[in-house]
């Protein structure tokens, strides 16, 4: 057992997981997608990001722009976010919380492809 | 250091920064989290918590130490106390990320890596014709300046890495991309541009002939329809040079050797091949020529076996001074001793000698060695070598006949086989032609453009550098008159200040033609072989590829630039 590989692994997943929790839910009701779960899949998906750095193989390049990806969307999910509650001020109305939600979704999307490599990667190791 | 070597070293930094930036986001992540879940009170008095905006707007400007103080509202005291804790981990995050920063920018191999790209780069993106130049002692810093003045770019890799650091200084005026690096590696080799489309040649100058070695067999295999051209010292290694095809070898001590021989053989022969390959911008003095009868030649290494050699092909006898004679070469006189001393040159007949060769491997001894024997005897032909080019001062002090510099001469070779490929098939005409030709062609040169080092350049009529003419010779196929074509563009009635020497026809059954006549025509494809002054050069250039230019000078008349000029002269001859 590689602890890199369980720590890479961890936050891979963790990244996914999290997003989907955030994700799932009605797309317009605010009361099921929480904010601190938003918080918790930025942090991670941002270390898994790091994580992915000076890898020289053409997998590692993949998952390095997968989570560039779901980088992005993330933080613009959260500019969206604070832009309804705190610059327009009209609060978590289903408009904006739909907006969010949305760009979560595609983060989610490319979080999943991560995984999938992820898998790929480990079926294709021998040992 | 090869370059995957580099390369790696890039993604191992990349790697080392990970660490750092995962501790700053946990830093940031766990602050802001706190803050969000720490009770607050807003401006009423009202119990409440900051949101996530607030948070990461306190924690952005608290871990940056920029502190504008409690925002939105005054904190309450727990979260006072939680600020403290984010204060010291953020400053502590930053610390060891900036830490592990500049440690990384301060390690060796990575900035040779960087170094490595930059050089890649500048390389790659070089557009126009240059030349890689291996080894930039003194032959290479000769030769860089010639091309810089020529016009022409270079590139170089030096492994000493203070050298590296005064071509900076030597103020050229096109940036010459230059590595600290071994030539010996092929893919230092290829990063310098061996494989680039516009690299004309490689040159191979360092002062080790088994690197020289190693960069012509790599030039040889890796872009084998470039020319190279390598020094190489001893006979050996020029042989292995040449026997895997390298064009063109250059041994400096050979090449004097052979000087020497022709300017014993035929002065006036030698007096116009070395006034054609002087480097530009040098002045040639017209020395005397060397007498024929007994030479004393002391140090019997490379330089002086070449140069008995060449003396004794012209049955000249040499009486050779050194320490100790070599097996085998007891037919020849010798006198052991040390040249430097009287007692010795007098046992070798210095009184009665016609001239001396200072051949050994050391400045001084050589400096000390001739200003003796002129002392016994001033009436010596004196031949010098100077080996390096920091004792210039005390050579140009003492007025040798020849003063042999290697540097100079390799400098001097390959900038004829570079710029005027077409020099070393003149002078071979002219060693067929004799004496007294050779003589009267010097003098009229002379006379013409003086002792000053001409301007020499070869020319191809083709698109490129000829398009008006190739314009012009599509409806006249017979050929342009040379002498027309070497009129002054700003007053046809004179003539440019310069002269063809050599002219080679496309077609291969022609013969060429050597000082064409005035009449002789110019057609497409012709190379020619001029010498005069760089303002001609520059008036020929205008000539041959501006049509309205070409036309003055063929036919005497002006076209008028455009409408307007066109209608001002018809109202100015009326």
């Known amino acids: 057992m590689n602890l890199e590989k369980v720590i890479f692994g961890f936050f891979i997943v963790l990244a996914a997981t999290l997003n989907f929790g955030f994700f799932i839910g009605d797309l317009d009701n605010p009361i099921h997608h929480d904010v601190y779960e938003l918080f918790a899949a930025i942090v991670v998906n941002l270390i898994a990001t790091v994580l992915k750095f000076g890898d020289r193989t053409h997998i590692g390049a993949i998952h390095l722009s997968t989570s560039l990806v779901a980088d992005l969307q993330l933080i613009a999910a959260a500019l969206v976010w604070s832009y309804g509650v705190h610059v327009t001020d009209v609060g978590m109305t289903p408009e904006i919380t739909a907006k969010v939600v949305s760009l979560s979704g595609g983060a989610l999307f490319a979080n999943v492809v991560s995984v999938v490599i992820l898998i790929a990667e480990t079926i294709m190791q021998k040992r | ?574």
């Open chain 2, 1 to 574: 250091m090869n370059s995957e070597a580099y390369e790696s070293t890039f993604f191992l930094a990349l790697r080392r920064l990970r660490a750092p930036l995962i501790t700053l986001i946990l830093i940031y992540a766990v602050s802001i989290l706190g803050l969000t879940l720490i009770p607050g009170l807003d401006a009423a008095g009202n119990p409440s918590r900051m949101n996530f905006l607030h948070a990461f707007y306190f924690i952005s400007y608290t871990a940056t130490t920029i502190g504008f103080g409690e925002i939105p509202n005054a904190f309450s005291e727990p979260q006072r106390m939680w600020v403290i804790i984010c204060i010291y981990l953020s400053v502590i995050g930053w610390a060891y990320s900036i830490g592990v920063l500049l440690a990384l920018l301060q390690d060796q191999n990575f900035r040779n890596a960087v170094r490595l790209q930059r050089f890649g780069q500048a390389v790659r993106h070089l557009r126009e014709p240059f030349y890689l130049v291996c080894g930039y002692g003194e032959t290479g810093q000769l030769i860089c300046r010639a091309l810089d003045q020529l016009g022409l770019r270079a590139v170089v890799i030096e492994i000493d890495d203070s050298r590296v650091s005064q071509l900076d200084l030597h103020g050229h005026s096109v940036d010459i991309p230059a590595l600290a690096a071994n030539a010996r590696q092929p893919e230092i080799l290829k990063r310098a541009g061996l494989t680039h489309t516009h690299c004309q040649g490689v040159i191979a100058l360092t002062n080790d002939d088994n690197a020289n070695l190693a960069i012509a067999i790599s030039a040889r295999l890796l872009a084998p329809q470039l020319p190279a051209l390598c020094r190489a010292e001893t006979v050996e290694i020029a042989a292995n040079m040449a026997s895997f095809g390298t064009r063109h070898i250059i041994n400096p001590f050979d090449k004097f050797g052979r000087y020497l021989a022709l300017a014993l053989h035929a002065p006036a022969a030698y007096h116009l091949l070395e006034w054609l390959t002087a480097v530009p911008g040098t002045m040639v003095e017209p020395h005397r020529d060397p007498p024929r009868g007994h030479w004393v030649l002391c140090g019997y290494g490379r330089f002086g076996k070449v140069l008995v050699s060449a003396l004794e092909q012209e049955s000249i006898p040499v009486t050779i001074i050194d320490h100790a004679p070599l097996a085998g070469e007891g037919h020849r006189r010798w006198v052991r001793g040390d040249g430097s001393s009287a007692p010795a040159l007098l046992e070798a007949g210095v009184q009665d000698a016609v001239g001396i060769v200072a051949s050994t491997n050391d400045d001084v001894n050589n400096l000390s060695i001739v200003v003796t024997a002129r002392e016994l005897n001033p009436q010596l032909f004196v031949v010098l070598r100077q080996n390096l080019q920091a004792n210039q001062a005390l050579f140009d002090a003492f007025e040798s006949d020849f003063t042999v510099v290697p540097s100079q001469i390799i400098a001097r070779e390959c900038l004829a086989i570079l710029t005027t490929p077409l020099v070393a098939p003149f002078l071979w005409q002219i060693k067929q032609r004799g004496e007294s030709w050779a003589s009267t062609l010097l003098d009229q040169l002379t006379d013409s453009f003086g002792w000053e080092a001409p301007m020499v350049w070869s020319m191809r009529i083709d698109a490129a550098a000829a398009p008006a003419l190739i314009t012009w010779l599509g409806s006249t196929p017979a050929g342009a008159p040379l002498g027309d074509l070497l009129r002054n563009p700003h007053n046809r009635a004179e003539t440019l200040e310069c002269r063809a020497l050599y002219l080679v026809r496309d077609n291969e059954n022609d013969e060429a033609i050597m000082l064409p006549h005035r009449h002789t025509p110019v057609r497409a494809g012709d190379q020619l072989l001029l010498v005069g002054r760089s303002t001609a050069r520059n008036d020929l250039t205008l000539t041959l590829s501006n049509e309205n230019t070409l036309a003055y000078v063929l036919q005497g008349r002006e076209i008028p630039g455009g409408w307007v000029w066109q209608q001002a002269a018809r109202l100015h001859t009326k």
